[in-house]
Nanobody, 126 residues
């Protein structure tokens, strides 16, 4: 069972950048399909980005496309989310998630991911 630990959240002004990291406990990290989700107060969990095991397939929500970049370093058992041009509406708790297989019902479907981190708060001030 893989354990995920996010880091890198914080308070940033609108237009600024943050880089989130998600470290996995298992050496078999490269066998997991990875995703980033976020949840703002009073809102449902929202898909942000996802990446296939080898990194060959990448997916983004329309709301972050062109601003956020997902990447992974399988040698370090870590997935990253580089967030640029941040907006106040990006304020949320950000979670990384892992699936042993490619989500069959869609990479945006949070129920397809088995393992979750504890989340890291991102606050963007306007």
């Amino acid at each position: 069972q893989v354990q995920l630990v996010e880091s890198g959240g914080g308070l940033v002004q609108a237009g600024g950048s943050l880089r989130l990291s998600c470290a996995a406990s298992e050496r078999t990290f490269s066998s997991y399909f990875m995703g980033w989700f976020r949840q703002a107060p009073g809102k449902e969990r929202e898909f942000v980005a996802a990446m296939s095991r080898s990194g060959g397939y990448i997916y983004y929500a329309d709301s972050v496309k062109g601003r956020f970049t997902i990447s992974r370093d399988n040698a370090k058992n870590t997935v990253y989310l580089q967030m640029n041009s941040l907006k106040s509406e990006d304020t949320a708790v950000y979670y990384c998630a892992a699936s042993r297989s490619r989500p069959q019902l869609g990479v945006h479907n949070w129920a397809e991911y088995t393992y979750w981190g504890q989340g890291t708060q991102v606050t963007v001030s306007s």
